[in-house]
């Protein structure tokens, strides 16, 4: 079975703390530095929005979503639709 | 000048009269001994500010400092500390608070900042890396906090620019001016809004694209990962996460220990109903964090219908629910969040604001204050009234004028005497009533350097399900799992000594001692006091993180006894600038007036027993017992008997 680890974004969970970008910034460049992240979280604090943005050097290395506390980062196992059904599942369709 | 680890490695000193900018750099020794934050402005104030200086005068000066751990990824590393001498109190005035300002100044390049003088017209601090200029605010000069910031982020063309800024309370020097962080966070307590207005200094905006460096990246990493394990292990942690600081809110009715109506009640009719913690679903199904939180306890709170409708903003916390919901009466949470919106606005300590409008609506409901004096009504649970009379304070108008002295100094001119100004030292103690349960948090009213306060003193095992003292006022019930406090990060021999597994009691004199040295050690290094890390996060791991990220390496003995230095510092400011021995009491209220309903109904004080229990506490401390002064051999112990101290007894 095909098994691979995404990186699922809900941003409507995220509570703005950045913990992703310091994180990413430590384990990439070697010192805390969110300009320096592949992660950013653009806060506008009077509408209470958190925007998560990545740039073009991020690996999906997974580090951001280990560290983040509100599941607005998420590592998932996804097996593949190869996957043997298991004993008894019938499909819906 | 060699590489700083963890710290940004300077801080500015600026002098407002002549306008002059320079840096101050510690060596590593300076550093161990004082950490940051709490532990750096004491020593700063403690040397520096006069033996009668004019709080509200350009001798007083005001010390911003970011503590050593944040701008990390340590969890809940985001706090800094502002002081200076209060106007409130005329001891050591000093606030603790989070957001993103402190983390942008250490991008910035700096640890803090300290402000001395006075502009000669409103100005602006604007720091970007390192440039650092004073600005014209003449056209911020009576501008809400908020207005404030949105301006300042307009005018200087960065949406990321962090702000703290005075409001018009602090420009008309009310002595509970607040420091805004942000427009949801501050330095709230001891008017230190005040002391940035009488400085003529309106906002300090920062922007910082630097880095922060590790002496030891994979130490650190594992230490951090350890943190966050203990943090989430707390059996706090869940109830927070959800809650935030709205947990207490139940416990405090059923033990009948509210504020009501200005502590002339414990319980208040409907309150489960109307303003405990289960309403917090019906207006908020999201956390807001500050920089690097796992747990954001404050929440996005969206008011949908109602007269508030429409109201948006990161809210509902513990402060302002008991002191406007319990103490005023003000029966609905959606006129608290918008109190709440008008004291960010205007900069008012929340405590303080609240203590001031359940004390008028008191005299007001006994005729001493009328609705001539007011010009408008004041009855208990009036939110309109309310809404006028905060503005009233800031811009001192009418009573106002009055209040915005502060409860005692307003009780005093008022009615001829402070009994009705729920206070310690100056500062109004507005959460929770020591008559109805006694613990070591309600002890803290009295040992609190910044006067009645319940932040700096904590029991990190405290259990909010019990209200039993088996000896009474020097023990509180703990019960919890034995494994509760065989895990505490707390030295064997003193757990031995606080904690007796066979009658479950917490020996409170000594926890107060342990509890407040545990903060002030968070408050020099920038950890929050929420019960999921007080909790978990000791001596040992606060030592393993300031190691690994400075470098400078540091035992766990060191680590709590540079919390324990701050402390008595800190007291050794008090003494020094005229703090007496009888002003460590409990306000007349609490030991004349039996608490009027509730369980706790008809408990009163008595004023025996909390003086032994002040004095085993000064005992736990190494103090005199008598006086509460540090004895000489503490301060030799704490390395504080240095020329400068210059202390005797």
Redesign the interface.
């Given at each position: 079975m095909i098994m691979a680890k995404e990186l699922a974004i809900r941003p409507?969970?995220c509570?703005?703390?950045?913990?992703c970008a310091?994180?990413c910034?430590?384990v990439h460049?070697?010192?805390?530095?969110?300009?320096?992240s592949n992660i950013r979280i653009?806060?506008?604090?009077?509408?209470?929005i958190f925007e998560l943005r990545f740039s073009s050097t991020c690996t999906r290395c997974g580090q951001c979503a280990r560290?983040c506390?509100?599941g607005a980062l998420q590592l998932l196992e996804i097996p593949g639709d190869d996957a043997p059904a298991a004993e008894g599942q019938v499909s819906a369709q | 000048m060699t590489k700083s680890y963890g710290y940004a490695g300077k801080i500015l000193d600026i002098d407002l009269t002549t306008g002059k900018i320079g840096t101050v750099v510690h060596d590593d020794n300076y550093r161990r001994r004082y950490l940051s934050g709490a532990g750096f402005n004491a020593r700063v104030l403690y040397d520096e500010i006069p033996v009668g200086a004019d709080p509200l005068g350009p001798e007083n000066i005001l010390a911003f400092n970011v503590g050593v751990l944040v701008?990390?990824?340590i969890?809940t590393a985001s706090r800094s500390e502002v002081s200076a001498k209060s106007p409130a109190t005329g001891l050591f005035g000093t606030a603790n608070s989070g957001n993103?300002w402190g983390s942008e100044l250490k991008?910035a390049g700096y640890d803090g900042i300290i402000i001395r003088g006075r502009a000669s017209r409103p100005v602006t601090i604007f720091i970007h890396n390192d440039a650092v200029k004073i600005i014209s605010a003449a056209h911020l000069w009576g501008k809400d906090a908020?207005n404030t910031i949105?301006t300042l982020r307009r005018e200087l063309g960065d949406?990321?620019i962090q702000v703290a800024a005075i409001g018009p309370a602090g420009e008309n020097l009310v002595r509970f001016a607040s420091i805004e962080n942000?427009?949801?966070d501050a330095w709230a307590r001891t008017g230190l809004g005040a002391v940035m207005g009488s400085k003529n200094l309106k906002a300090i905006a920062v922007r910082g694209?630097?880095?922060?460096?590790?002496a030891r990246?994979k130490e650190f990493?594992e230490t951090v990962t350890a943190t966050?394990r203990a943090i989430y292990s707390s059996p706090f942690y869940g109830p927070f996460e959800r809650f935030g600081t709205m947990l207490v809110t139940l416990p405090y009715q059923e033990f009948g220990i509210l504020p009501g109506r200005n502590f002339q009640t414990g319980v208040i009719d409907g309150w489960v109903e109307t303003r405990s913690r289960k309403l917090v679903p019906r207006y908020s199904n999201?956390?807001?964090?500050?920089?690097?939180?796992?747990?954001?306890c404050a929440h996005?709170v969206v008011v949908k219908e109602g007269p508030y409708s429409g109201l948006?903003?990161?809210d509902m916390e513990v402060t302002p629910v008991i002191g406007f919901g319990a103490g005023c009466d003000i029966d609905n949470l959606p006129a608290i969040a918008k109190i709440t919106e008008i004291c960010q606005r205007l900069g008012l300590d929340m405590v303080s604001a609240a203590a001031a409008v359940a004390m008028a609506m008191e005299l007001y409901q006994k005729g001493e204050l009328s609705e001539s004096d007011l010009g408008y009504p004041l009855p208990w649970g009036d939110e309109n009234a309310t809404f006028r009379l905060l503005e009233d304070i800031a811009h001192r108008r009418g009573a106002g004028d009055a209040l915005a002295e502060g409860t005692p100094r307003a009780a005093a001119r008022m009615t001829g005497s402070d009994k009705k100004a729920i206070h310690v030292k100056g500062l109004e103690c507005f959460l929770m009533d020591p008559r109805g349960r006694w613990s070591t948090w309600t002890l803290g009213y009295i040992t609190n350097i910044r006067g009645g306060d319940h932040l700096r003193t904590r029991n990190p095992v405290e259990n909010l399900r019990y209200n039993e003292n088996s000896v009474p006022y020097r023990t509180e019930k703990f019960a919890f799992p034995e494994a509760m406090y065989r895990n505490l990060d707390m030295p064997e021999q003193l757990k031995q000594e606080i904690f007796d597994p066979e009658t479950k009691d917490t020996d409170i004199p000594k926890m107060s001692k342990w509890s407040e040295d545990l903060i002030s050690l968070y408050n020099a290094t920038g950890m929050c006091i929420r019960p999921p890390v007080l909790h978990t996060v000791g001596p040992t791991l606060i030592a393993g993180l300031y190691s690994s990220l400075t470098g400078i390496d540091i035992t766990p003995e060191e680590t709590i006894q540079a919390g324990e230095r701050a402390w008595n510092l800190q007291k050794l400011f008090n003494i020094k600038h005229g703090e007496k021995p009888e002003d460590s009491d409990y306000p007349a209220r609490f030991y004349e007036e039996p608490v009027g309903a509730g369980p706790a109904a008809g408990r009163k004080l008595d004023r025996v027993k909390v003086k032994e229990t002040l004095a085993e506490y000064y005992r736990a401390r190494g103090w005199d017992p008598q006086t509460g002064h540090p004895t000489r051999e503490k301060l030799a112990e704490l390395g504080l008997d240095d020329q400068n101290s210059n202390f005797s007894q």
């Open positions: 409507q969970k509570i703005g703390c950045s913990t310091l994180t910034s430590l460049r070697g010192v805390f530095d969110p300009g320096q653009y806060r506008d604090d009077f509408a209470g560290v506390p509100s | 701008g990390t990824n969890p993103f991008f908020w949105v949406p990321e942000g427009p949801y694209t630097g880095s922060i460096a590790v990246i990493r966050r999201r956390g807001v964090a500050c920089i690097a939180c796992p747990i954001a996005w948006k903003m990161k």
